[in-house]
């Protein structure tokens, strides 16, 4: 069993910067690849980034590249999701989820635990 613990969200004004942290525990974190997923009000859960095991391989969903930047410390069993540039249509609940595997993926079914989520808003 994995327990995972969001932080870091609020209301940021348009071009701003967040850093999301997600504090796992429970089991080996430094063995699974983790992600973040978002979610915005009457929208489907949409993937963000993921990163792999070791931090080495991550990959973003378009509408971020450039912008998001995943990474992770296994020592502190934590991580973290920056956000800069921040826009409008990025306001969601952001949530963090951990998978069985330790290679990165990017849908839902990879991922056996969830955390419960921190609200982004980005006002323009």
């Known amino acids: 069993q994995v327990q995972l613990v969001e932080s870091g969200g609020g209301l940021v004004q348009a071009g701003g910067s967040l850093r999301l942290s997600c504090a796992a525990s429970g089991r080996t974190f430094s063995s699974n690849a983790m992600g973040w997923f978002r979610q915005a009000p009457g929208q489907e859960r949409e993937f963000v980034a993921t990163?792999?095991?070791?931090?080495?391989?991550?990959t973003y969903v378009d509408s971020v590249k450039g912008r998001f930047t995943i990474s992770r410390d296994n020592v502190k069993n934590t991580v973290y999701l920056q956000m800069n540039n921040l826009k409008p249509e990025d306001t969601a609940v952001y949530t963090c989820?951990?998978?069985?595997?330790?290679?990165?993926?990017?849908?839902?079914?990879?991922?056996?635990?969830w955390g419960q989520g921190t609200q982004v808003t980005v006002s323009s």
């Open positions: 990163i792999n095991w070791s931090g080495v391989s991550t």
């Open positions: 989820a951990a998978s069985s595997r330790r290679v990165i993926t990017t849908t839902p079914k990879g991922y056996n635990f």
